[in-house]
């Protein structure tokens, strides 16, 4: 059951919506609690019932141990580090069966010639998702930054449907307070009225504008066999746009939710394509993964507290972890380890002491993130490299249509044919293009816009417009979110 | 500026033009809609051509259906020559599903004719999955099956698949343009009196990869596409029409002959005999080199149509079933 689907949005949300607050509304908090992880469990199961298990394994596994850590005061610090490290290795390995077990076995196989074969397991949906969130649990009990909460709250707390699947990733200390908190039991208008319209923004841009570069991406990264200049620099554009309009579009789908429960979860996106720096771009950008690598490793390591060379190392390393939790595969451990040299050299610029145009940062963040962007779609090198030699070394080939206008660039070796012909329609991927950069670096993005609402006419045209608009344009295709991969 | 003085006011306003916006935009598709821009048009034409000649047939016939693999894969002119009995290849697009083909086929068949079926993998695969290609023809030319054969919610996601621009689009230019008389000439100028399309030669998007197609999950599953071919098996039992299945042509790729994919086949083979359906030569045998197609895995180019056809006549002259029903069909004539 997918946030565009109609059994979602027609059934699910509005009867769990009902329900929920109807049971709060009779002064039944623990039922309407109840409520909310059982709805969450189906919505979970809805993709594969024989994942639900996995996650009740887990959710109460790292109750137990987060328990006892949080209680083990007066614990030797030894015996609790000993419990805390158990308590990861368990999470991680976890995730690691089920997410990295073929990648390693077909590396052994490809380091040693052998045949051991491949486990070809599904990967439980989420799961990236839910250990991370319950590492840093287990993390905050063990520095005693969790109060004892009992199994009901802490299942609310890791499985919200709202942001159950792909994030954000969220602490128990911003939750918790506010599933408690008696004032969000009852139905408020002001949110429901700001949740819908942040969920038909996000629902548009999802379904009408990131859907629209999908057949472009597609058609580049995995049909063509060769891409001319052109063609390859709109199918990386194609993807960069698709990645963000697609995560972002699905991230303001689940605040939307949450706060028509009035619950508000922590922003994610906060217009990553106007950053001016690398270190900029990763504020903006999975600002809760960003918070969690931060937190949970960079820090950990050391952080900036060890002189430059280790700083540039832990650097180095959160961003290559960064890598390996967006998938199994090489291309998205280089892609991780890219991100980290820029960090780098970012960091070591900043020790010059000069001053970049913003122009030129900004076009230098941007095509760095965009480049980046094809090894984390590409699923070969082969791929990358197809897509990365076209950009930088593909034929200059104009549509032919231009032949007559442009025929004296003929001269410096332009050629006049299909243009971006292989990929999609010339005319709708110049459009889209333009309107996408348009979108992402002109407007105020969706938070700035929420922050501002007011149920005004425009407002209210805006969102039945949009909402309804997506709707029929969603209805009968099944688009998944990107991120469900990861 | 109208400022709605409570957000109660605009949530009410809201939960009342939502559903009001969808009962116009859905009775607008429904009352308005016509496709003349996409496919529906060519499916339309090749419809009432097709159908034209197997009904000018008054003996009894071979008719070939499926999706496009078949429009340029076996040619009747050529199926007709070789066993002199009269031949329509009445193929003509994949995205019009197993069940709306087969259903269609119905109206041109009669008792003692013969039906061979070279389905693409995607018609045996099918699941259930909405084709936008169906949707928009239904729509615009056959409405009586849109309201027979759908239920309220089906009908609701069917018209919800007409985007506004598309919609916008029909209801600016009209149905009935010049263009559109144009157009269906066009669409018939490769076509020969036996609906066989020829001349299509090599093509710019060979350099195009072509994937293996998609198996079902899993691969066992009795797919919707197989089910409208035991129904469809059955109402030729009923009324006594000699079918057999086949497989499509499709690009040679080495996936297919990995173990997952020769289980499927494998299934396949095993699905129709134990449903009494006659079938006709091997996937393997259908496949041939990328060179003879040109934009997808299952067009062929004009040398690569010779080909299919010589083996496929061949094939069909090994099997006994197809020899004794022909040897009757010819007696009968």
Same mark, same amino acid.
């Given at each position: 059951?997918?946030?565009?689907?109609?059994?979602? #949005?027609? #059934?699910?949300?509005?009867?769990?919506?009902?329900?929920?607050?109807?049971?709060?509304?009779?002064?039944?908090?623990?039922?309407?609690?109840?409520?909310?992880?059982?709805?969450?469990?189906?919505?979970?199961?809805?993709? !594969?019932?024989?994942?639900?298990?996995?996650?009740?394994?887990?959710?109460?596994?790292?109750?137990?141990?987060?328990?006892?850590?949080?209680?083990?005061?007066?614990?030797?610090?030894?015996?609790?580090?000993?419990?805390?490290?158990?308590?990861?290795?368990?999470?991680?390995?976890?995730?690691?069966?089920?997410?990295?077990?073929?990648?390693?076995?077909?590396?052994?196989?490809?380091?040693?010639?052998? %045949?051991?074969?491949?486990?070809?397991?599904?990967?439980?949906?989420?799961?990236?998702?839910?250990?991370?969130?319950?590492?840093?649990?287990?993390?905050?009990?063990?520095?005693?930054?969790?109060?004892?909460?009992?199994?009901?709250?802490?299942?609310?707390?890791?499985?919200?449907?709202?942001?159950?699947?792909?994030?954000?990733?969220?602490?128990?200390?911003?939750?918790?307070?506010?599933?408690?908190? =008696?004032?969000?039991?009852?139905? =408020?208008?002001?949110?429901?009225?700001?949740?819908?319209?942040?969920?038909?923004?996000?629902?548009?841009?999802?379904?009408?504008?990131?859907?629209?570069?999908?057949?472009? %991406?597609?058609?580049?990264?995995?049909?063509?066999?060769?891409?001319?200049?052109?063609?390859?620099?709109?199918?990386?554009?194609?993807?960069?746009?698709?990645?963000?309009?697609? @995560?972002?579009?699905?991230?303001?789908?689940?605040?939307?939710?949450?706060?028509?429960?009035?619950?508000?979860? /922590?922003?994610?996106?906060?217009?990553?394509?106007?950053?001016?720096?690398?270190?900029?771009?990763?504020?903006?950008?999975?600002?809760?993964?960003?918070? @969690?690598?931060?937190?949970?490793?960079?820090?950990?390591?050391?952080?900036?507290?060890?002189?430059?060379?280790?700083?540039?190392?832990?650097?180095?390393?959160?961003?290559?972890?960064?890598?390996?939790?967006?998938?199994?595969?090489?291309?998205?451990?280089?892609?991780?380890?890219?991100?980290?040299?820029?960090?780098?050299?970012?960091?070591?610029?900043?020790?010059?002491?000069?001053?970049?145009? !913003?122009?030129?940062?900004?076009?230098?963040?941007?095509?760095?993130?965009?480049?980046?962007?094809?090894?984390?779609?590409?699923?070969?090198?082969?791929?990358?490299?197809?897509?990365?030699?076209?950009?930088?070394?593909?034929?200059?080939?104009?549509?032919?249509?231009?032949?007559?206008?442009?025929?004296?660039? =003929?001269?410096?070796?332009?050629?006049?044919?299909?243009?971006?012909?292989? #990929?999609? /329609?010339?005319?709708?991927?110049?459009?889209?293009?333009?309107?996408?950069?348009?979108?992402?670096?002109?407007?105020?993005?969706?938070?700035?816009?929420?922050?501002?609402?007011? /149920?005004?006419?425009?407002?209210?045209?805006?969102?039945?417009?949009?909402?309804?608009?997506?709707?029929?344009?969603?209805?009968?295709?099944?688009?998944?979110?990107?991120?469900?991969?990861? | 500026?109208?400022?709605?003085?409570?957000?109660?006011?605009?949530?009410?306003?809201? *939960?009342?033009?939502?559903?009001?916006?969808?009962?116009?935009?859905?009775?607008?598709?429904?009352?308005?809609?016509?496709?003349?821009? $996409?496919?529906?048009?060519?499916?339309?034409?090749?419809?009432?051509?097709?159908?034209?000649?197997?009904?000018?047939?008054?003996?009894?016939?071979?008719?070939?259906?499926?999706?496009? &693999? &078949?429009?340029?894969?076996?040619?009747?002119?050529?199926?007709?020559?070789?066993?002199?009995?009269?031949?329509?290849?009445?193929?003509?697009?994949?995205? *019009?599903?197993?069940?709306?083909?087969?259903?269609?086929?119905?109206?041109?068949?009669?008792?003692?004719?013969?039906?061979? *079926?070279?389905?693409?993998?995607? $018609?045996?695969?099918?699941?259930?999955?909405?084709?936008?290609?169906? &949707?928009?023809?239904?729509?615009?030319?056959?409405?009586?099956?849109?309201?027979?054969?759908?239920?309220?919610?089906?009908?609701?996601?069917?018209?919800?698949?007409?985007?506004?621009?598309?919609?916008?689009?029909?209801?600016?230019?009209?149905?009935?343009?010049?263009?559109?008389?144009?157009?269906?000439?066009?669409? *018939?100028?490769?076509?020969?009196?036996?609906?066989?399309?020829?001349?299509?030669?090599?093509?710019?998007?060979?350099?195009?990869?072509?994937?293996?197609?998609?198996?079902?999950?899993?691969?066992?599953?009795?797919?919707?596409?197989?089910?409208?071919?035991?129904?469809?098996?059955?109402?030729?039992?009923?009324?006594?029409?000699?079918?057999?299945?086949?497989?499509? &042509?499709?690009?040679?790729?080495?996936?297919?002959?990995?173990?997952?994919?020769?289980?499927?086949? $494998?299934?396949?083979?095993?699905?129709?005999?134990?449903?009494?359906?006659?079938?006709?030569?091997?996937?393997?045998?259908?496949?041939?080199?990328?060179?003879?197609?040109?934009?997808?895995?299952?067009?062929?180019?004009?040398?690569?149509?010779?080909?299919?056809?010589?083996?496929?006549?061949?094939?069909?002259?090994?099997?006994?079933?197809?020899?004794?029903?022909?040897?009757?069909?010819?007696?009968?004539?």
């Amino acid at each position: 059951m997918l946030f565009n689907s109609y059994i979602f #949005i027609f #059934i699910f949300l509005p009867v769990v919506l009902f329900a929920y607050f109807f049971l709060n509304y009779k002064k039944l908090t623990s039922s309407a609690k109840v409520l909310l992880v059982v709805a969450s469990l189906f919505y979970y199961s809805w993709w !594969n019932v024989l994942y639900l298990p996995l996650i009740l394994v887990s959710m109460f596994f790292n109750y137990y141990i987060g328990n006892q850590l949080s209680k083990e005061k007066n614990t030797k610090r030894n015996s609790k580090k000993s419990l805390l490290t158990f308590g990861v290795v368990c999470n991680l390995s976890l995730l690691g069966y089920f997410k990295y077990a073929d990648f390693f076995i077909s590396n052994i196989n490809s380091v040693f010639d052998s %045949a051991i074969p491949l486990l070809e397991l599904a990967l439980p949906l989420a799961i990236s998702f839910f250990t991370f969130q319950q590492i840093a649990y287990l993390v905050d009990s063990y520095r005693g930054e969790t109060k004892e909460y009992d199994f009901l709250n802490y299942s609310l707390f890791v499985t919200f449907f709202p942001q159950l699947i792909a994030g954000p990733i969220v602490h128990h200390k911003e939750m918790m307070p506010q599933f408690a908190n =008696s004032e969000n039991k009852n139905f =408020s208008h002001d949110n429901f009225a700001a949740g819908f319209y942040l969920f038909s923004l996000g629902l548009f841009k999802k379904v009408v504008i990131a859907d629209s570069f999908a057949p472009w %991406a597609n058609a580049g990264f995995d049909v063509a066999e060769t891409l001319n200049l052109l063609e390859a620099w709109a199918t990386s554009l194609s993807w960069t746009f698709q990645l963000y309009f697609d @995560f972002s579009g699905y991230t303001d789908m689940a605040l939307g939710i949450a706060l028509l429960f009035n619950i508000r979860l /922590p922003l994610n996106f906060n217009s990553p394509y106007k950053a001016l720096s690398i270190q900029d771009f990763w504020r903006r950008w999975h600002m809760t993964l960003s918070r @969690f690598l931060r937190d949970y490793i960079y820090i950990p390591l050391g952080g900036n507290r060890n002189g430059e060379f280790k700083t540039l190392n832990n650097l180095m390393i959160t961003f290559i972890v960064g890598g390996i939790w967006h998938g199994a595969g090489w291309t998205f451990i280089f892609w991780g380890f890219l991100h980290g040299i820029a960090l780098v050299i970012h960091r070591l610029w900043g020790k010059l002491g000069i001053k970049m145009n !913003n122009i030129l940062a900004w076009f230098l963040t941007f095509n760095f993130a965009n480049i980046a962007w094809v090894f984390f779609r590409a699923t070969s090198w082969e791929d990358a490299i197809k897509v990365l030699k076209g950009m930088f070394s593909g034929a200059i080939e104009l549509p032919a249509a231009l032949a007559n206008k442009l025929s004296f660039l =003929s001269d410096y070796g332009v050629e006049f044919g299909s243009g971006l012909q292989k #990929i999609g /329609p010339n005319s709708e991927i110049i459009i889209g293009l333009i309107l996408a950069f348009v979108i992402a670096l002109a407007l105020n993005n969706t938070n700035e816009l929420v922050e501002k609402f007011k /149920p005004k006419w425009y407002n209210f045209a805006i969102v039945a417009v949009f909402f309804v608009y997506a709707v029929v344009a969603f209805l009968t295709v099944k688009s998944e979110f990107l991120y469900f991969d990861f | 500026m109208g400022i709605m003085k409570s957000t109660k006011k605009f949530n009410l306003a809201l *939960l009342i033009a939502i559903p009001l916006i969808f009962a116009g935009y859905f009775l607008s598709v429904y009352y308005f809609y016509f496709d003349n821009k $996409n496919d529906s048009l060519s499916v339309e034409t090749y419809f009432d051509y097709k159908e034209a000649l197997a009904d000018s047939i008054e003996t009894n016939k071979i008719l070939f259906t499926s999706g496009s &693999n &078949n429009f340029l894969g076996i040619r009747a002119y050529q199926v007709e020559d070789a066993f002199n009995v009269p031949s329509v290849n009445m193929a003509i697009h994949a995205g *019009l599903r197993a069940e709306y083909i087969l259903d269609r086929l119905k109206k041109s068949l009669k008792r003692g004719d013969m039906a061979i *079926l070279p389905f693409e993998y995607s $018609n045996f695969g099918y699941t259930g999955e909405p084709s936008i290609t169906l &949707n928009k023809y239904l729509i615009s030319y056959d409405k009586e099956y849109l309201n027979s054969h759908y239920d309220p919610i089906d009908r609701l996601k069917i018209l919800s698949s007409i985007s506004v621009l598309d919609l916008a689009h029909s209801i600016v230019v009209g149905t009935d343009t010049k263009e559109v008389a144009e157009k269906k000439v066009d669409y *018939l100028k490769n076509i020969n009196s036996k609906g066989d399309m020829l001349n299509m030669h090599e093509h710019d998007s060979l350099k195009t990869k072509k994937t293996p197609f998609k198996l079902p999950a899993p691969i066992t599953l009795e797919t919707k596409g197989l089910m409208a071919i035991k129904e469809f098996s059955s109402y030729c039992k009923e009324n006594g029409i000699h079918l057999f299945v086949t497989f499509p &042509n499709l690009i040679k790729e080495k996936a297919y002959s990995t173990e997952k994919y020769q289980s499927y086949f $494998n299934f396949l083979s095993s699905y129709f005999k134990k449903n009494k359906i006659a079938v006709i030569g091997t996937p393997e045998g259908a496949m041939y080199p990328k060179s003879l197609f040109f934009d997808s895995e299952y067009h062929l180019i004009s040398k690569g149509s010779d080909i299919r056809t010589a083996d496929f006549i061949k094939t069909m002259r090994q099997n006994k079933a197809v020899i004794s029903t022909i040897t009757a069909m010819r007696t009968a004539q």
